[in-house]
């Protein structure tokens, strides 16, 4: 079987069948294709896994070529061949995703070296990118990625609460992905199907509150010009999730008891009894053992609440969760954004495992993103978090300022953290740090 299918495109016929010849010999499948229109044809039908290309063709040239590939999402390597006064415009090909640049009259022993360099690396770049996306996938619960321990036993929870109709509240620091879980305890629920109502108790205000959950009556005070359902009525049948459940003021936390009670509630300012059934899902970021004991929140409402709860850990507790998160956000960003990025550097990674996290995992992913945008390169570099830094940084908790240290410093620095993260699996870190396995070891020896 042939190592790869390489398609040749130049316009110079003698061209094309020497360096076909050659690489034929080398064990390649080798494709030709005399301009750039009859390449396109070639990659769309016939597909290649390296192009050799002329840069200067009549009619579609190299470049041309090249953004044609991209345009049509084809990742497929490019090296350009170009005589020694184009120099500049192979550069610049470069700069549009080209792996490299050759000169004519092209030295064979170069591009055999080139070609085997290329593949190599390719094949070691869908070798990762299968291993992530086994990973992400064994490690994924809808929209919510996590290895750790904690957030596997979340998961298993969630699996084991869903099919239920009981009360579930989620407790956590805010960024932690709370209404995530809700999301996904409803959709793996019997109750998918139906409505799923989220409401931000902690935006409204009393008044508001009550109107928005139970509905009002018209007339029932100023500016309630028309009957109005409330999201107890529309969630008949679905889930209804009440964020910020810790901000409720009194008055409404006895119209909440009284609801869970019998699932019966009033509208404001009327007298007809509704009944529905409605699966309710909590959720706040406030100690309610403490506002319990503190007299804010009702005792015996609590105690209807917290039939199941679910604590999601703070993100600083399960740093072994960032890498794999980081790959999900850049995957996700780089997407959105339309740019060719394939992950973050180990010294970049080094300080993402170090940073402290206040804002969670929201606050990871906001970093992402604006690295992402900033980017232009395919790997994002450390440059690209300015935020961390200060007493919140890798520098206060060891991390070798960056500049002023060495290469070695930075690089153990990685290593070590790296294996910190992921409880010493020297495999797995090998993994995150896209270096081999002997390196890490020999490293290990070396500090």
């Known amino acids: 079987m042939p190592e790869a299918t390489i398609l040749v495109v130049d316009d110079e016929k003698n061209t094309r069948e020497a360096l076909s010849k050659i690489l034929r010999e080398d064990g390649y499948d080798v494709l030709t294709a005399a301009d750039g229109y009859h390449a396109m044809d070639v990659i769309t039908h016939e597909g290649a896994d390296l192009i050799l290309a002329d840069l200067k063709m009549p009619g579609m040239d190299g470049i041309e070529l090249l953004s044609r590939t991209r345009l049509k999402g084809l990742d497929v390597p490019f090296v350009m061949m170009t005589a020694y006064g184009t120099v500049e415009s192979a550069v610049d090909a470069m ?72 009360t579930v509240l989620i407790t956590g620091e805010s960024g932690t992905g709370k209404e995530l879980i809700a999301s996904a305890i409803h959709q793996n629920g019997p109750r998918a199907d139906n409505p799923y109502i989220k409401v931000s108790c902690g935006a409204l205000s009393e008044n508001l509150l009550e109107s928005e959950l139970f509905g009002h009556e018209k007339g029932s005070f100023t500016g309630a010009l028309f009957t109005r359902q409330g999201r107890f009525e529309i969630a008949d049948g679905g889930t209804i999730f009440l964020d910020e459940i810790g901000d409720i ?6 119209k909440l008891l009284g609801f869970l009670q019998d699932k019966k509630f009033e509208r404001v300012g009327g007298n007809k009894t509704f009944s529905v059934d ?5 959720a706040t970021n406030k100690d309610l053992d403490k506002v319990v004991a503190e007299g804010a929140f009702r005792q015996d409402l609590y105690y ?12 600083r507790e399960k740093m072994s969760d960032v890498p794999l998160l980081v ?58 978090f300015p935020v961390i830094t200060g007493t919140d940084g890798p520098e206060a908790l060891g991390m070798p300022a960056i500049p002023g240290s060495s290469l070695e410093d930075i690089e153990k620095f990685a290593i070590q953290k790296t294996l910190e993260a992921v409880g010493g699996n020297r495999t797995r870190a090998a993994e995150i740090l896209k270096i081999s396995l002997r390196k890490i070891q020999y490293k290990l020896k070396e500090f």
Not at 124 to 147: H, T
Not at 249 to 254: F, G, L, N
Not at 278 to 282: E, F, K, N, S, T
Request: with cysteine.
């Open 95 to 166: 700069k549009k995703g080209a792996e490299d640049y050759l000169t004519k009259p092209v030295n064979i022993e170069e591009l055999e070296i080139q070609i085997k360099r290329i593949l190599a690396h390719r094949k070691l770049l869908v070798e990762a990118k299968q291993l992530r996306d086994r990973l992400r996938d064994k490690y994924k619960f809808e929209n919510i990625i996590g290895s750790s321990p904690q957030m596997q036993a979340v998961f298993k929870t969630v699996e084991q609460v869903a099919p239920s109709r009981a």
């Open 249 to 254: 003021t009194p008055s409404t936390q006895v």
């Open 278 to 282: 409605v699966r309710l899902i909590a």
């Open 327 to 384: 790959d999900h956000f850049v995957a996700k960003y780089a997407k959105e954004n339309n740019k060719d990025i394939r992950s973050v550097s180990p010294d970049a990674l080094a300080a993402l495992m170090s940073y402290r996290w206040p804002g969670n995992v929201r606050e990871l992913e906001n970093m992402i993103e604006r690295a992402v945008v900033m980017c232009n390169e395919r790997v994002i570099g450390r440059q690209y």
């Open 304 to 315: 209807r609440l917290n039939v199941i709860t679910i604590k999601m850990p703070p993100l």
